[in-house]
């Protein structure tokens, strides 16, 4: 009977939950399964983000020019949340509780974002809009004062009409007393020399001449006053409109300056969630590299033991065939033969092991990317679907040699199946809910051992079934 492993006594179960993977931070395998070198989800970046998220609002331009094309919030959000869908199907990884914060996390980020961007936005809208409102108010100005001057120039052309209209009707009386047929008689019978008579004649035709010129710029004072009647109709029509527009983006402005301070108060609450909720992965990131740590502590405390007993064990067996091979010489010798081969002791069932139970597996042997800590870890067993209570069965002849709690691993199995096929192997059952053989007992190929459970860092019923090789763990698969 091989003695129990140090300090492998049985403790409380505490609060942990669950994480099935576990590993060394060697270099990586090549990446052959479903997650890109680049993926990470965002709690990588969440101190970052964190040490931004107070002054991101003050950074974000306060008065964009009226050119400046606003982003469109309905793409941003698509984008983001894409982000997240990527990020949560990478935290399988992960434990439930962690996942859980992570997620919180990230849809607390997403929704600062998409709140940012529609502030942006209406920032946008709102430079757009007061660019608008100066646009229509230099207009409105313009028109009015081209109103003024239409209704200045209407008023100076009725005044002008006025005065022509007094020069005209004196020129027509003048004319009119001045038509009278004996005129030129009247000269010449007051006995005026031919020069005086060709004098008078020319007076007559002067004041004709008045009279004509004073009515046609009667005519053109009139025809300017309606060209200036019609100028001051459209300057009227176009300041309506100015004041309309003028009152539209005043109205717009005002709204867009509410909708302004509707987003930066709800990007500020929605900070406190973000914080809050970093907070919480932080705190289960931390406890997601505790429960790393102490599985890998763990791991390499019995591998150091393990290895020591692999070669007691290949010693025991050397000795053994040893002693095997002097008595056949002896018999030989005294039977006059040659001396047989003596075969290394084989197991029942060969060199092979057993599956542990009769079903399929979940989660093969090998290297992980844990999405939130970013590193490589070791999944160093083969998870096998079984509900709690499914009978666990041992996977070859051997020797129960340790059955303890461990945080990470829950409750543990250990048994020792000797030297095969040149190795030394040791079988390991994890997250069991009750154990059935007892440490020092032998136990048979395909014999109930223990019961599959969820115990440890585990978020489901499960076995984790792992095989050691001379003291260090390989793949089961290598062995089924």
């Known amino acids: 009977m091989v003695p129990h492993f140090p300090g492998a006594n049985p403790r409380k179960r505490g609060s942990i939950k669950r994480d099935d993977s576990t590993g060394t931070p060697a270099a990586p395998y090549p990446r052959s399964r479903t997650r890109p070198p680049g993926r990470q989800t965002m709690v990588a970046a969440c101190c970052l983000v964190l040490s931004l998220s107070a002054g991101v609002l003050a950074a974000v331009p306060s008065a964009p020019t009226a050119e400046a094309k606003p982003p469109d919030p309905a793409a941003k959000k698509k984008q983001l949340d894409s982000k997240i869908n990527r990020s949560k199907a990478d935290l399988d990884d992960a434990s439930d509780q962690l996942g859980k914060s992570v997620a919180a996390y990230n849809q607390s980020v997403a929704k600062y974002q998409a709140v940012q961007v529609r502030y942006a936005a209406a920032q946008g809208q709102l430079a757009a809009a007061k660019a608008a409102d100066a646009v229509a108010a230099g207009k409105l100005a313009a028109a009015e004062a081209a109103l003024r001057t239409a209704v200045s120039d209407v008023v100076a052309g009725q005044k002008l009409i006025a005065e022509k209209r007094a020069v005209a009707g004196r020129a027509v009386r003048s004319a009119y007393q001045q038509q009278n047929s004996l005129v030129g008689l009247s000269i010449a019978l007051r006995g005026a020399a031919p020069a005086d008579i060709a004098t008078g004649m020319q007076v007559q035709r002067?004041?004709?001449?008045?009279?004509?010129?004073?009515?046609?710029?009667?005519?053109?004072?009139?025809?300017?006053?309606?060209?200036?009647?019609?100028?001051?109709?459209?300057?009227?029509?176009?300041?309506?409109?100015?004041?309309?527009?003028?009152?539209?983006?005043?109205?717009?402005?005002?709204?867009?300056?509410?909708?302004?301070?509707?987003?930066?108060?709800?990007?500020?609450?929605?900070?406190?969630?973000?914080?809050?909720?970093?907070?919480?992965?932080?705190?289960?990131?931390?406890?997601?590299?505790?429960?790393?740590?102490?599985?890998?502590?763990?791991?390499?405390?019995?591998?150091?033991?393990?290895?020591?007993?692999?070669?007691?064990?290949?010693?025991?067996?050397?000795?053994?065939?040893?002693?095997?091979?002097?008595?056949?010489?002896?018999?030989?010798?005294?039977?006059?033969?040659?001396?047989?081969?003596?075969?290394?002791?084989?197991?029942?069932?060969?060199?092979?092991?057993?599956?542990?139970?009769?079903?399929?597996?979940?989660?093969?042997?090998?290297?992980?990317?844990?999405?939130?800590?970013?590193?490589w870890k070791l999944h160093d067993g083969t998870d096998f679907r079984a509900p709690c209570g499914t009978p666990v069965r041992a996977a070859a002849d051997g020797v129960v040699t340790d059955k303890y709690y461990n945080g990470g691993y829950g409750n543990r199995l250990f048994v020792s199946h000797g030297v095969m096929s040149g190795d030394s192997i040791t079988t390991v059952y994890n997250h069991l809910s009750k154990y059935k053989a007892h440490v020092g007992e032998r136990v048979k190929r395909g014999e109930i051992i223990a019961w599959s459970g969820t115990t440890g860092y585990s978020t489901g019923c499960h076995l984790h079934f792992m095989v050691y090789k001379d003291g260090r763990v390989v793949n089961p698969m290598g062995w089924l």
């Open 206 to 375: 002067n004041v004709f001449g008045i009279q004509s010129n004073a009515i046609t710029n009667l005519n053109n004072a009139q025809a300017q006053l309606a060209s200036k009647q019609v100028k001051v109709a459209a300057a009227e029509k176009e300041a309506v409109g100015a004041r309309a527009a003028a009152a539209a983006t005043v109205k717009k402005v005002a709204e867009l300056t509410k909708q302004v301070a509707a987003d930066r108060a709800e990007a500020a609450a929605i900070a406190k969630v973000k914080l809050t909720a970093f907070k919480a992965a932080e705190k289960e990131k931390n406890s997601e590299q505790a429960q790393y740590n102490s599985l890998l502590a763990e791991r390499n405390r019995v591998e150091q033991l393990l290895i020591a007993r692999a070669k007691a064990e290949k010693a025991a067996a050397a000795r053994k065939k040893a002693a095997a091979e002097r008595a056949e010489k002896a018999k030989a010798r005294k039977e006059h033969r040659k001396p047989r081969n003596v075969p290394d002791p084989t197991p029942s069932g060969g060199g092979r092991l057993s599956y542990p139970v009769s079903s399929y597996i979940t989660s093969p042997y090998g290297m992980r990317f844990h999405p939130v800590l970013h590193y």
